[in-house]
Structure formats: C-alpha cells, structure tokens
C-alpha cells in the first residue's frame, strides 16, 4: 500500500465518520424545529438556514465518499467493449479529466469564498466563507483520491507491460 493510498484512506475514514456526525446534527436540528414549529408553535428562526448549510456540507463531503468508493454513477458500456489497452488508456485520460475538475473546484471554489469573505448569513451570523470553503475544500479531498486512482491505474498499466 502506497503513501498516497494510505493517506487516501485516512482521509476517507475522516469524512466518514464526519458525515455520521453532520447527517445526525441535520436530523436531530430538523426534527427539533418540526417540533418547536408544530407541538409548541414557535419557530426556530436559525434551524432551516443550519440544516441548509450542513446539507451543503453533507453532499460535497459525500461526493468525495463516493468517489472514493468508486460508487459514482458511470456508462461503462463502451469501455467493456474495448481492447484492454484500450480501456486502461481511457481509465487514465478520465482520471486526469477529474483531475482538472478538481482543480477548477479548488481554485474558482478559493475565488468565490473569498468573494463572499464579508457576507454574513442572515440567521446564524456566520461568515459565508464558512459555508463555501467547502468546495475547495471537497476539491483537495478529491484531488487526493483521484492521484491515488491515477497512480494505480498508471502502475497498473505499467506492470502489465
């Protein structure tokens, strides 16, 4: 096991055990406010824009999960009917494909938080930098994954030769 799939790896386990932690706090915010809005008749004026906020979280963080997982929805139809050599070529040119989506993520995904760097939100008060780091921050992660697919594939296709 390579550093880079170690790291990988590691990293994976932290943002699983994150999107544990964040889909109950989303859960447990949305049912309280269910509760306070319905049983008690009060609204909780910051509950909807939180649990907005952690769903944000919770899909960028899940898509690293997936990607790790190699559980991404994908039309593998074409490449089943390639040659071998062939089909490594295209797992290669899609990795660095997804690598340059990642790098868009990380640089535009900086422009923009930094952009909104003085925007408060509305309810919490919260610098909006906050909510939209998170899209770099989803970007490295993915970035992360995707050189450790590229070094496999690469190593692979090298060994086989």
Known sequence: MSTLEKLSATVNGWIEY???????SMTVIVAVQVFFRYVLNQSLFWS?????????????????????????PGIDILQAKMPVALQ?????????AS????????VYGYRFAYFVRLQISPALYLPKWVVFSIIPVS???????????????VTRAHRDH
Do not use: P
Request: hydrophobic fraction near 60%.
């Open 48 to 72: 909807e824009e939180l649990a907005r906020y952690l769903l944000v979280w919770l899909s960028f963080l899940g898509a690293s999960v997936a990607y790790r997982r190699k559980a991404h």
């Open 88 to 96: 490594k070529l295209a797992a290669i040119t899609v990795h660095i």
């Open 18 to 24: 994150s999107l544990f932690g964040i889909g109950i």
């Open 139 to 153: 970007g490295c992660i993915l970035m992360i994954h995707g050189f450790n697919f590229l070094l496999q594939d």
């Open 99 to 106: 690598l340059s989506l990642f790098t868009v993520m990380i």
